[in-house]
């Protein structure tokens, strides 16, 4: 796992937790870090809507069905939850993205998702 006191959001400020209830990240910390072993760089920290979870099952990736024995309790709509970066990207071109919480979005969402649009999104800018 990538070294807590160096995680940096979007913005360049230190990264701050995403969500406890349920609790997320890749690494299930409460944050969006990543790591070398998150391939799907799980680092947009983002609060589900009913159609982006609708649309994240077309695309073929359940998030609303609860899975226990992955410890997964399924997602709700006003969840906070660690997204795959290129999901988010995909979702936005198709006018379906999640609003974006900024300060717990890691960098890494920088390699596949743009910066504008992010904030495009942004639940915790002015």
Known sequence: MQDTTDALNVLGQPLEPCGQDPVTGFYRDGCCR???????VHAVCAEMTAEFLAFTQQQGNDLSTPRPEFGFPGLRPGDRWCLCAGRWQEAFAAGRAPRVVLQATHQAALTQCRLEDLKRCAVDLN
């Open 34 to 40: 990543v790591g070398p072993d998150d391939l799907g």
